[in-house]
């Protein structure tokens, strides 16, 4: 059901209000909320500005909802205090939110970007991510990436198969966030529309090493935001595990960035506004990006490579496997009574149905599902779940 928008005069007046009041106070370097670009107009406007409505679209969506129960890195742990993905995404909003405040960018649109950032990413985090790209392959599909999810389930899978219409500027920042590459300084690539940004995202499908960029310093922003919410979080948790020890962090990190991840976050967070936005970049200083470097090499070698934090993978992605081959199994014989039609596909417009082949449709239900609901459909079909240590 449409929402009914209030378009008062004094609600309108208000909202050109605050559009010129950012032509003010922003760098002139940010994007500007009245310069948002949506791929279809909308009949109706509201009083909320473009990029606000964008994250609050995204926080109402129910792919955002799934976030409470999906894998941020450490999957089929029983302890509560361990990083969910809904987490990591709040600290990416709010660490990227006070980076652009000090550098005067657009708040909304870092907002919108963070919330969404991950709405893409299947099960099980990075490795149910790999075993769902495997699968793609295998089945005649573009490689799997989160990013590249994410902005398909914003534009064409929400709202039964209609999407939520986002600005150019917040999907072109989710496709471009990369938070794993690592980058001393990021300079947006500004001279895109929405036929660059579908030429971007075709072109990523097919070689997924390609570097994108960002076509804003918000969506810059983000992408540092989203490692610096990340590096330093995953080693509390690798601790809490056991996995490691905090006197382990090589000694020169330690020494520049710290060894907590309070004061990991407020070094990276300090040392990028210091630097501010240079030759229209923003940057990380060289002995900083140096150190962040190190440490990221130390996650990967002792946290995210571990065989221990890998316990019951086989069985996940065997389970992967059932369920790819059965759901695709019930759309070939018509099964209108398989969780895939009942919870899924039954709802979802035409256009939808018509456009996307079923192995398509399979990716996006399984890239959809918590992982307490993925498992839940792995033991219907019979399938050994591993359980929670």
């Known amino acids: 059901m449409e929402t009914d928008y209030i378009t008062t005069p004094r609600l309108l007046a208000l909202r050109e209000e605050l559009d010129a009041k950012e032509a003010r106070y922003l760098s002139p370097l940010a994007c500007l909320s009245r310069d948002g670009i949506r791929r279809r107009a909308e009949a109706r ?68 970007i963070a919330l969404g950032h991950d709405i893409g990413h299947p099960p099980f985090g990075h490795d149910g991510e790999k075993v769902l790209d495997a699968l793609c392959r295998e089945h005649g599909l573009p490689s799997f990436q989160h990013n590249l ?25 989710i496709m471009c966030h990369d938070g794993e590459i690592h980058n001393q300084s990021l300079r947006p ?133 059932e369920l790819f081959a059965r759901y695709l199994d019930d759309i070939v014989a018509g099964r209108r009574d398989s969780p895939f039609f009942a919870h899924f596909l039954a709802t979802m417009a035409d256009g939808y149905r018509e456009s996307v082949p079923p192995a398509a449709m399979v990716r996006d239900f399984l890239a959809g599902m918590t992982d307490d609901y993925f498992l839940a459909q792995a033991t219907l079909f019979g399938c050994g779940v591993p359980r929670k240590r």
């Open 45 to 112: 406007a509201g009083h909320r500005q473009n990029f606000a409505t964008d994250a609050d679209r995204i926080l109402h969506s129910r792919a955002y909802t799934r976030y409470i129960d999906k894998t941020q890195v450490f999957y089929m742990v029983a302890n509560d205090h361990i990083t969910h993905r809904v987490l990591h995404v709040q600290l990416v909003s709010k660490i990227a939110r006070t980076i652009g405040r000090f550098l005067s960018l657009n708040e909304d649109l870092i907002e919108a």
């Open 149 to 173: 999810q994410s902005v398909e389930f914003l534009e064409r899978i929400e709202r039964d198969g209609r999407g939520w219409n986002l600005t150019l500027q917040t999907l072109d920042g």
């Open 189 to 321: 690539a500004r001279t895109k529309g929405f036929a660059e940004f579908d030429q971007e995202s075709a072109a990523k499908a097919a070689e997924p090493a390609r570097p994108l960029a960002p076509m804003t310093l918000e969506g810059c922003v983000v992408r540092f935001a989203d490692t610096i919410a990340y590096i330093g979080r995953d080693i509390e948790d690798a601790i809490e595990l056991g996995l490691v020890r905090r006197e382990e962090i090589p000694a020169p990190c330690a020494e520049a960035l710290g060894r907590t991840n309070g004061a990991i976050v407020y070094r990276l967070v300090s040392d990028l506004i210091e630097n501010g936005v240079r030759d229209d970049a923003i940057a990380f200083s060289p002995a900083v990006s140096e150190s962040l470097r190190q440490l990221k090499r130390f996650n990967y070698e002792r946290i995210y490579l571990n065989p221990a934090i890998k316990e019951g993978l086989g069985q996940i992605e065997a389970c992967y496997r």
